[in-house]
C-alpha cells in the first residue's frame, strides 16, 4: 500500500533556529497536509497543500508540495518552546476516496529554552 | 462549538473480549473517520462513514467494525481483542466527504489489552 517516509524523526534544537522536516513517497498525492499533534491530543492542521508546486506559509510555518507529487517539506522558523510536540505529514492518494489519509511515520521536535 | 468528543478516555480490556468506542462529531458533521495510532505503525486509516453508510474501509481484520447513527454519532467495535490492539484509537469528523483540508480530530480513546 501507500506508505509516507518522513525524516526526521525527532530533531533537539535550540530556540530561535529554524526547523525543517520533509515526506517522501513513491506513489503520487492530490493533496498534502501538516498536522501537529501534542500529547494527549488530536492532530491539529497546519497547513494544506493541493497543487504541484505549491509554497503556502502559515505564520512562522511555510510548507511546499512537491513538484513531483511525491514529496513534501515543511519549515518553522525561529523555533519557540510551544513548538514541541510531534508532526506528520498526511497525503491523499490519487486513489484514496473520501477522507482517507496515509500518514508519515512522525517527527518528534524538542525545543530547549 | 464544541469540538469531536470521543469516550472513553481511556479502557483497560483483557484479550479475547469486545470494546466499543464512541465519537461525536462536531455539530453539523456528517463524516466520521476513525484512526488508529500505535509506536510501531503510526496513524492508519480504519474506516469512514458518511450519512450512516460506510465510505472507505482501512486494510484491517474484520474484528474491526463500525457504524453510524442518524445523528451523525459514530461508534467502533472490536472483537475478540489481541494484545496489538492496544493503541490510540482517534476519531475525526467533517461537514461533508471528501473534505481532508477540514477534518476535526478528536482527544482519542486510549485502549489498553492486557
Known amino acids: 500500500g501507500q506508505q509516507l517516509n518522513q525524516s526526521p524523526q525527532s530533531m533537539f534544537i535550540q530556540e530561535g533556529e529554524d526547523v525543517s522536516m520533509n515526506c517522501t513517497s513513491s506513489s503520487i498525492f492530490n493533496t498534502w497536509l501538516w498536522y501537529k499533534q501534542d500529547p494527549g491530543e488530536g492532530p491539529v492542521l497546519l497547513i494544506a497543500?493541493?497543487?504541484?508546486?505549491e509554497l503556502t506559509s502559515n505564520g512562522r510555518l511555510t510548507a511546499q508540495f512537491g513538484i513531483t507529487r511525491k514529496d513534501s517539506f515543511l519549515n518553522i522558523s525561529a523555533s519557540i518552546p510551544s513548538d514541541v510536540g510531534i508532526y506528520f505529514c498526511a497525503g491523499q492518494g490519487i486513489n484514496n476516496a473520501g477522507n482517507m489519509l496515509t500518514f508519515g511515520g512522525g517527527t518528534r521536535l524538542m525545543v530547549k529554552p | 462549538k464544541a469540538g469531536v468528543t470521543q469516550t472513553p478516555r481511556y479502557l483497560i480490556k483483557t484479550r479475547g473480549q469486545q470494546v466499543t468506542l464512541s465519537c461525536s462529531p462536531i455539530s453539523g458533521h456528517r463524516s466520521v473517520s476513525w484512526y488508529q495510532q500505535t509506536p510501531g505503525q503510526g496513524l492508519q486509516f480504519l474506516f469512514e462513514y458518511f450519512s450512516e453508510t460506510q465510505r472507505n474501509k482501512g486494510n484491517f481484520p474484520g474484528r474491526f467494525s463500525g457504524r453510524q447513527f442518524s445523528n451523525s454519532r459514530s461508534e467502533m467495535n472490536v472483537s475478540t481483542l489481541e494484545l496489538g490492539d492496544s493503541a490510540l484509537y482517534l476519531c475525526?469528523?467533517?461537514?461533508?466527504?471528501?473534505?481532508?483540508?477540514?477534518?476535526?480530530f478528536g482527544s482519542g480513546t486510549q485502549l489498553s489489552v492486557l
Open positions: 497543500l493541493y497543487k504541484a508546486g
Open positions: 475525526a469528523s467533517s461537514l461533508t466527504s471528501p473534505e481532508v483540508e477540514k477534518l476535526f
